[in-house]
């Protein structure tokens, strides 16, 4: 059984920056279409980014287009969100989760998300 463990979360400025990264243990990912998501306070947790297993298939939420980037790396079995121009609606659990159905993340793996705070 695989395991996903996000890190990297913490407290930063309005326009600031901040990279979280999701490692894999326990079987590889590298097949994996790889996904992040968020959970702001009080709210459903919304789709962010995604990347294909090849890594040169991306896809963004609009309200985070043009500031982050989402990258991975296959030999190491880690993918990372590297977060810019962070605006405090940002603040939220993040969460990174691998499926080996591109799109579909009922049956996925999850890691247990960590925390990105954006102070105005």
């Known amino acids: 059984q695989g395991q996903l463990v996000e890190s990297g979360g913490g407290l930063v400025q309005a326009g600031g920056s901040l990279r979280v990264s999701c490692a894999a243990s326990g079987r590889t990912f590298s097949r994996y279409e790889v996904g992040w998501f968020r959970q702001p306070p009080g709210k459903e947790r919304e789709f962010v980014a995604a990347?294909?297993?090849?890594?040169?298939?991306?896809s963004y939420a609009d309200s985070v287009k043009g500031r982050f980037t989402i990258s991975r790396n296959n030999a190491k079995n880690t993918v990372s969100l590297q977060m810019d121009s962070l605006k405090p609606e940002d603040t939220a659990v993040y969460y990174c989760a691998a499926t080996p159905v591109p799109g579909i993340y009922s049956s996925a793996f999850w890691g247990q998300g960590t925390q990105v705070t954006v102070s105005s």
């Open positions: 990347i294909n297993w090849s890594g040169d298939g991306t």
